[in-house]
């Protein structure tokens, strides 16, 4: 036994010294192998490639660069800590963040302050903080409406020293006639309106007017007037028409009275306006060489209606519109 153990001792160690010729042979073997030779070898294990850091030169760090020329390694900055100037920090590993105050927490943030006062005699002011509000409003007082007085809508005259060198017109703007209505001042030195009554002759007289050009109808007593007129030391002058007698020559006397200066200022007046409306619409188309259109607004100030049923008032118009068609 002992022998026979010692020749398969020999037998291993001789067959290992000769380079494993049994697993040839069973590799031979494998690959004749009828049905075992067409078997695809068994696919190599991946190979397991390790990433690799490229090492830093020497005297630098893997981390930024940090401003001013200084270099260390990230600091993680705890709860509660107080930062130091300068100090450069990476941002917080897990379970050390701290979220930001909100904004019923009470805390305030801190506005800058200059470094250095205002100079004295400067301009320059302390801004207010957010919150500020004016200790008292500004005071603010409420005036009483005012009365309105109506809107004068009457064509004032215009005042122009004569050759005396005193001032015989109605002055342009003030003190206008109470009393007359329908107060017209087509001209310089000329003005138009109804009759008026005893203030408005008195008016008259103290604005230095000069002459009456009473228009009335053929007939019509005119005592009262002349009375009234006279008394104030004013000319009467009266020019009788109606639309039957109206033609070109009594609008050319009309005009002529106009144009004479010695009965400047005078004033030209009416019972109702319709006459004056009439006599004036044929003045403003032929002496002053209006627009149809114009010269009927014009008549209608002066006291003609443009749209009245009145049997007269259609006489007037039909009188004026044969005027203008006579040669």
């Known amino acids: 036994m002992r022998i026979r153990s010692w020749l398969v001792g020999i037998a291993l160690a001789t067959l290992l010294s000769s380079g494993c010729g049994y697993c040839e042979t069973i590799r031979c073997w494998r690959m004749n192998h009828p049905i075992l030779g ?30 001013n020329g200084r270099c260390c390694s990230p600091t993680v900055v705890p709860p509660n800590a107080v930062v ?23 805390l305030q943030p801190t506005v800058p302050r200059p470094e250095s006062s205002p100079t004295p005699g400067s301009s320059l002011a302390p801004l207010p903080s957010p919150g500020w509000r004016s200790a008292s409003p500004p005071a603010t007082s409420m005036l009483p409406p005012q009365p309105v007085q109506p809107a004068d809508h009457r ?11 005193s001032s015989n017109r109605p002055l342009a703007g003030t003190d206008l006639p109470a009393d007359i209505a329908r107060w017209q001042t087509p001209y310089e030195g000329v003005a138009s309106g109804l009759l008026p009554q005893r203030e408005g002759w008195d008016w008259l007289q103290q604005k230095g007017y000069r002459t009456v050009l009473h228009l009335k109808l053929p007939g019509q007593d005119d005592t009262a007037i002349r009375n009234e007129v006279e008394r104030r030391n004013l000319r009467y002058v009266a020019l009788e028409v109606s639309p039957q007698t109206l033609q070109r020559e ?11 200066r010695s009965l400047q200022p005078i004033f030209v007046t009416d019972r109702d306006g319709t006459i004056a409306g009439a006599i004036w619409y ?11 259109e114009e010269a009927r607004r014009r008549a209608v100030q002066h006291g003609l209606p443009e ?7 259609a006489a007037w118009w039909l009188a004026v519109q044969n005027v203008l068609k006579s040669n």
């Not at 064509?155 to 060198?165: E, H, I, L």
């Open 38 to 67: 067409r078997l695809p070898p068994r696919p190599a294990p991946p190979a397991v490639i390790e990433p690799t850091v490229p090492a830093p030169p020497p005297g630098q760090s893997l981390y930024p660069a940090i401003p």
């Open 155 to 165: 064509v004032p005259a215009t005042s122009k020293p004569d050759a005396r060198g």
């Open 84 to 106: 130091p100037n300068g100090a450069y920090y990476a941002p917080p590993t897990n379970g050390s963040y701290l979220s930001p105050a909100s904004p019923n927490s009470g």
């Open 282 to 292: 044929l003045h403003y188309r032929l002496a002053g060489k209006l627009s149809e």
């Open 250 to 260: 009594l609008v050319q006397r009309f005009n002529e009275l106009l144009a004479d």
């Open 307 to 313: 749209t009245d049923p009145r049997p007269e008032v």
